[in-house]
């Protein structure tokens, strides 16, 4: 892992396309998802960890289960209602990324408060991590197309 300090935003933009041009679709597409953070020390720890809501987490999600409509989730998986709950705030075990370097930026500054301090824009090659997965998940996502 390496870290990238740019001073400009010409320079972010080189770090963040950087190797994203696919030749055979003529587009940039980039082989990264993206977490923005207000802060270069903010690490990539759940809410559930930051908040030492571990123990709690099956309790929170039946809470919240039980007091969500039946049909605001596809089907009673419970990813389907870890990803609502932690839309609606609630400390989770995920961590949001996105396809868009934008939106990541967008995470990194929102907080007027904050710009006195080095944000983070965090950038991880999908596709390499899925390499590193153990063997049966990887089939699990060579199943489900991804």
């Known amino acids: 892992m390496s870290d990238i300090r740019v ?19 003529s587009r940039h597409r980039s082989n990264f998802v993206f977490r923005g953070a207000p802060r270069v020390s903010h690490g990539l720890e759940t809410s559930l960890q930051t908040g030492h809501f571990e123990n709690q987490e099956i309790h929170l999600l039946t809470s919240f289960r039980k007091s969500a409509l039946r049909s605001a989730v596809h089907g009673d ?8 709950a932690k839309h609606h705030g609630l400390p989770t075990r995920l961590l949001d990324w996105t396809y868009s370097p934008y939106v990541a930026m967008h995470f990194a500054t929102q907080d007027p408060r904050q710009y006195d301090t080095d944000g983070a824009v965090w950038c991880v090659d999908y596709r390499k991590t899925n390499e590193m997965l153990p063997k049966p998940l990887r089939e699990a996502l060579s199943d489900d197309g991804v």
């Open 77 to 84: 998986w419970v990813w389907h209602w870890l990803s609502l």
């Open 7 to 25: 001073t400009s935003w010409i320079e972010l933009q080189e770090a963040l396309f950087e190797s994203s041009w696919q030749h055979g679709i």
